[in-house]
């Protein structure tokens, strides 16, 4: 049987003079560990080109990377560390609108929870340390293959149903994360200070955002590995 296909976005950076796309290999290795055939998709480009690399796609994964840009969700950026990339921003919007349009599956992955939250309208918080009241290391320090905090699971949520328990062990590489959920999103998962790690869009049949990065530590964490596994499966 074909192993679906699973499009993942990158990062698109300018430095040096140099234009790049990057994406971290784990996203790779994970997606074929449960069974797909991982597409590397640019954020830039033309729309035509954009639409004719997700229509080869069964599932996609919006990976992690540079902040949103505030002006996305009627804001000005408030914090020096806030880092932008408008070019990437529009890329992903316009890889969202054709995923949506073929009802692909959809999983969100740090930047990726917070790309979809924008997208239907939702908004960030620009600097955790800055806006939360919060003692928890939300952007950890290496070594990455560990865990950081709690995930408090929302009961009788999907994700409930899927790990079969009420807290989970997550990792932890951001800065910012959702501040207004968007509409039709509902919670499946917070931090015990409150930031949301986990959503999910009931309307559509797998739509989901985790804060934490799964593919880093799947191996050493159960529940992450079940993330994944509902997805695959899904697709």
Known sequence: ??????????????????????????YLDTIRQFGGTP??????????????????????????????????????????NVSTNPTQDAGERLICDYALAQNLHILGICRGIQTMNVYFGGTLYQDIPSQIDTTVQHSMAPPKHRTEHECIVVPGTPLHQLVGTDVFQVNSHHHQSIKDLAP???????????????????????????????E????????????????????
């Open 39 to 80: 597409l590397i998709l640019p954020t830039e480009g033309k729309a035509e080109d954009l639409k004719a690399l997700v229509e080869l796609c069964d599932g996609l994964v919006l990976t992690g990377g540079a902040d949103v840009h505030p002006s996305r969700y009627g804001e000005q950026i408030r914090y020096e």
């Open 184 to 214: 039709g999103f509902e919670v499946m998962g917070r931090c015990g200070d409150g930031v949301i790690e986990a959503i999910y869009y009931p309307s559509k049949p797998f739509l989901w955002g985790v804060q934490w990065h799964p």
């Open 1 to 26: 049987m074909k192993k679906p296909i699973i499009g993942l976005t990158t990062m698109y950076e300018l430095r040096d003079e140099n234009d790049r796309i990057i994406l971290n290999h784990s």
């Open 216 to 235: 880093r530590i799947w191996d050493i964490e159960p529940s992450s590995a079940q993330v994944f596994e509902a997805f695959m499966q899904a697709v």
